[in-house]
T-cell receptor, first 112, second 115 residues
Framework: LAKTTQPISMDSYEGQEVNITCSHN???????ITWYQQFPSQGPRFIIQ???TKVTNEVASLFIPADRKSSTLSLPRVSLSDTAVYYC?????????????FGSGTRLQVQP | DAGVIQSPRHEVTEMGQEVTLRCKPI?????LFWYRQTMMRGLELLIY????????DSGMPEDRFSAKMPNASFSTLKIQPSEPRDSAVYFC?????????????FGPGTRLLVL
């Protein structure tokens, strides 16, 4: 399974853009990159997923460089409610390399 | 859609007692996952099922843990006998496995405290 590495924690202030980078040097050709968000006392929830280049939805953007060995989750203009743990997972359903390893994630603390 | 349903939400028991956690996946999903989360070890996969069949139970800590999925709408995770080190939040999640870009939907979790 592809191993991912993320910063343990990050701090930001309301209104700033936050970028969380995840390294996945041994990503396989067919692997997708998926990010989850977990608030205290809740289960993780899906944020965004991508394969290459850039993906954007109403919550975040995901930037994936051409070599796909890393990815960056971008949260525009964060608010206090974005304080959570963010997990990066890598995997591919078709080859059995399912994205099931959450690791420790990145703990984002947003200050007023 | 009610989402993934777990019960109980909180459980306090004494060491040596049997504990049974329950999960109802989202209707139509054919994969079900049990995770355990602690401060020390983070979020760990215990076992997952595809179409009610256990596929990978390599994360189950020891023989005291067992999981079943008798039908597509129900699964249990049993700990017998329970020990204080089993104290954790246990999450159940489900997904639609035939979709290549798999997304897991998590339940609210069961917070277990073993005294």
């Amino acid at each position: 399974l592809a191993k991912t590495t993320q910063p343990i924690s990050m701090d930001s202030y309301e209104g700033q853009e936050v970028n969380i980078t995840c390294s996945h040097n041994n990503i396989a050709t067919n692997d997708y990159i998926t990010w989850y968000q977990q608030f205290p006392s809740q289960g993780p929830r899906f944020i965004i997923q991508g394969y290459k280049t850039k993906v954007t939805n109403e919550v975040a953007s995901l930037f994936i460089p051409a070599d796909r060995k890393s990815s960056t989750l971008s949260l525009p203009r964060v608010s206090l409610s974005d304080t959570a743990v963010y997990y990066c997972l890598v995997g591919d359903m078709d080859t059995g390399r399912r994205a099931l390893t959450f690791g420790s994630g990145t703990r984002l603390q947003v200050q007023p | 859609d009610a989402g993934v349903i777990q019960s109980p939400r909180h459980e306090v028991t004494e060491m040596g007692q049997e504990v049974t956690l329950r999960c109802k996946p989202i209707s139509g999903h054919n994969s079900l996952f049990w995770y355990r989360q602690t401060m020390m070890r983070g979020l760990e996969l215990l076992i997952y099922f595809n179409n009610n069949v256990p596929i990978d139970d390599s994360g189950m800590p020891e023989d005291r843990f067992s999981a079943k999925m008798p039908n597509a709408s129900f699964s249990t995770l049993k700990i017998q006998p329970s020990e204080p080190r089993d104290s954790a939040v246990y999450f159940c999640a489900s997904s639609f496995e035939t979709v290549k870009q798999e997304t897991q939907y998590f339940g609210p979790g069961t917070r277990l405290l073993v005294l």
